[in-house]
């Protein structure tokens, strides 16, 4: 029985609770533990004179026992829901407060422990400070344990504190329960209390980087960027644009995004791609550079685009690159202009002509041996393809011996024809014939013989000396 009165003279404290509530901003939960309640009765009477008589009983005391009881108002709203969220932001601290307040009729007490409330969730992780009481998380409140120890209608603050892992994805919830009790009597508790703090959407975009490149005019290249994942959250078409920065005119540009079709602007390219790009991975960005014809050695094109993310920030996002980040891609045009000369000397009679001197007055005799030089060079800043030094000899010259040397460039070799079809790696005998025209072209991969795969570099000369003796 007596158990039975203790609970309901609970229930009768937290009735007078609900009233007292509506009418003061303080209100005293029932009569407080420990008064004393003395009642002494009387027994009023007239005696057989008339006189009035009164008795007096014996005086009986009470003392009021203290009734532990709690209040924490920020229940669950279903098996699992949320009573409340909060933002948690990637590496920092999710503050989720709670009000406790006393609803016995004496001071007492409560000891809050934290349980979690689903897998994603460590609640060894978890602490509990109570406020300071400026209503707001900061290094001045207090760790807890030891409890909290309130007057019969105080109330305090609780903050349930939780670090939010850096590398959490977006929207990832972490829930926890915190459970109060009163010290005076551990069964009265408040557990209904699930909490959450959802991890805040953190939106940001990588993008590199500056490229250069050459081109011929006409021709193209292609220059690759690298879009990255920086944030928590899945980007897709929905929350990440491409612009179209500077492109100056007469030169076409396509771009693709991820391998998907091309498009004419980055924004038709990020269209076709339509994917999704997962939290720390990354996507590649090409853009294809074509040059008109007609340019000129040296010039320029510098061609711009950008990536940003663009979701408003908010309090459950956190838009870090809703500024554009630009890359250039600027292109020179290779063209490779040719230059000739040719010049003659005399050898006298010495037909190996081992000291040339020039030619008086440009004036020779029959028999006289006679040494050419052709000098061909790339006076560019692009590759000149298949080059090929030609002479055709004089019909009043007799050919004896021809040879050929190459500067400012390696790794291939000089090959002769007689035809301008058919190469081999040695001069070909010519002497005492007449009437020829001879080719020395330069095999610049390799494959011994000479096409438009071989090139002569910039700066390179190639030169062509043919001995010869005037009829």
Known sequence: MRHRFIQLSALLGLAALSQAAALEPAPFYGTAAGTVISNT??????????????????????????VPALSVPQDTTGTGTCGQTVIGLPGQLAVIPYTLTNTSNGTDTYNVSVLAGNGNTDASLAKVYQDNGDNTFNGA?????????????ENTTVFVVYPIPTNSASSTVYSLNPQFSSAANPFVQDTNNLGCADTQDVLGVGFTGNRTGTATSPGSVTYTHTISNTGNTPLTTSN???????????????????????????????????????????????????????????????????????????????NTTSTPIQVEDTT????????ITKSVQTCGTDATCAAPTAVTGNRVIPKEVLRYTVTGSNL?????????????????????????????????????????????????????????????????NGDDTVDDRDVLNPAAVMSLTITTKVK
Do not use: C, E
Not at 45 to 65: E, F, L, P
Not at 406 to 434: C, E, R
């Open 41 to 66: 009765a009387f027994l009023d009477s007239i005696d057989d004179a008339g006189t009035k008589q009164s008795q007096t009983s014996n005086t009986v005391g009470v003392t009021v026992q203290h």
């Open 332 to 339: 020179t045009i290779l063209k490779g202009v040719a230059g």
């Open 141 to 153: 409140d207090r760790l807890l344990p030891p409890g909290i120890t309130l007057a019969s209608g």
């Open 240 to 318: 990440l644009a491409l612009d179209l920065g500077t492109k100056p005119g007469g030169w076409t540009y396509a771009y693709t995004v991820g391998g998907a079709a091309s498009g004419t602007t980055p924004a038709a390219a990020l269209a076709n791609w339509n994917g999704t790009l997962a939290p720390g991975t990354t996507l590649p960005v090409t853009v294809t550079v074509t040059s008109p014809n007609g340019l000129s050695g040296g010039t320029t094109d510098t061609t711009s685009l950008a990536a940003r993310t663009t979701t408003a920030s908010s309090a459950a996002v956190n």
């Open 380 to 444: 560019g800043n692009g590759t000149l393809k298949r080059p090929v030094l030609r002479d055709a000899l004089a019909a009043d010259l007799i050919s004896l011996s021809w040879t050929a040397s190459i500067t400012g460039q390696t790794g291939g070799k000089l090959m002769f024809s007689l035809d301008n079809a058919t190469w081999a790696a040695l001069p070909q005998n010519v002497a005492d014939q007449s009437g020829l025209t001879l080719y020395v072209g330069y095999d610049s």
